[in-house]
């Protein structure tokens, strides 16, 4: 395929996952919300946060460094190189010679690590708290992520997302028990990274989860929020575009491309929704408590690994 219009593909794809993030976060809230009997906010709340941040006053604390500075602006920036290298709209990377799998972990680990040095840096002991929550989540839920991965590349015989995804959508993926339980380990863990209850509560920002936010304001505290609702529906792309890729295009095709869009939206729809229920049969935690649930979805990513060698 013509290399410049898969990279217009990639642009598109990745604008078309920045304007409808908040969105998908909106209705997660608003589904939340109904089925706790409340009203909840607007379907377009975020979007008036973020419009309505950006033009108030910037208050940076006298500690932060660079790094607090550039961390909202490189968080975006990750989040954007992975949803323009992602298949969405086509089976194809839009990408092809970054589509792998192994620098989309990457760009996922370093705005956390960033987000986590910006709450220490801010010189806040909230932030701080919040910034060693982040890396515990991160040794909690990137192993799985990596084990899933690895399995996969072994299954498809490459590590090229885009590969990957043009064998599962055609069928010619090698469909297996470890395929399955891989699959499942991998929903857990986007679950966790998006979150949800009983890990998280993202839209409370008086918790030890957006600890790191708690000096942010203005411009930058609209652009981290930006960059945790693309974090969230660039997550589901992913888990989409290796289990569940069917429906997008396989060729350059603007009727395709418009299905697979559809199809992409309704898919992310249903996941958000599923989501949701979930969250509701969920009850609040002590977060020290999370690894304990975390251990079976990492068991399951281990026995995938083990059945893919026992070829089962």
Not at 66 to 76: D, G, K, Q
Not at 129 to 140: F, K, P
């Amino acid at each position: 395929m013509n290399p410049f219009w898969l990279f217009v593909i990639g642009v598109v794809q990745a604008l078309l996952l920045l304007l409808l993030a908040p969105l998908f976060s909106g209705f997660s809230r608003v589904m939340r919300a109904k089925m706790h009997s409340r009203q909840g906010p607007p379907l377009m709340q975020n979007y008036r946060d973020i419009t309505k941040l950006m033009t108030r006053q910037e208050v940076v604390s006298e500690q932060a460094g660079w790094i607090f500075r550039v961390t909202p602006y490189l968080s975006l920036a990750c989040m954007v190189l992975a949803a323009m290298i992602i298949p969405i709209l086509m089976t194809a990377s839009p990408l092809e010679a970054a589509g792998d799998l192994i620098l989309i972990i990457y760009l996922f680990a370093l705005p956390r690590f960033f987000f986590a040095l910006a709450g220490i840096e801010s010189g806040s002991t909230f932030s701080g708290i919040g910034a060693r929550r982040e890396l515990l989540i991160s040794a909690l839920v990137e192993p799985i992520l990596l084990v899933v991965i690895f399995v996969m590349s072994l299954l498809a015989g490459t590590t090229n997302l885009g590969r990957i995804s043009t064998e599962v959508a055609n069928g010619a993926f090698p469909y297996s028990l470890a395929y399955v339980l891989g699959m499942v380990a991998f929903a857990f863990a986007v679950y966790v990274e998006m979150g949800k209850l009983p890990f998280d509560l993202g839209e409370a920002e008086q918790e030890v989860q957006e600890g790191p936010l708690a000096e942010y304001s203005g411009r930058s505290l609209a652009i981290m929020k930006w960059s945790i609702y693309l974090k969230q529906i660039v997550l589901v792309a992913l888990f989409l575009a290796l289990f569940i890729p069917f429906g997008a295009s396989t060729a350059l095709s603007l009727s395709g491309f418009l299905v697979g869009l559809v199809l992409f939206i309704l898919k992310a729809v249903l996941w958000y929704f599923i989501a949701a229920l979930l969250e509701n049969a969920m009850a609040r935690t002590r977060f020290m408590n999370a690894p304990v649930m975390v251990w079976v979805a990492l068991g399951m990513a281990l026995l995938s690994f083990i059945f893919y060698l026992a070829n089962v």
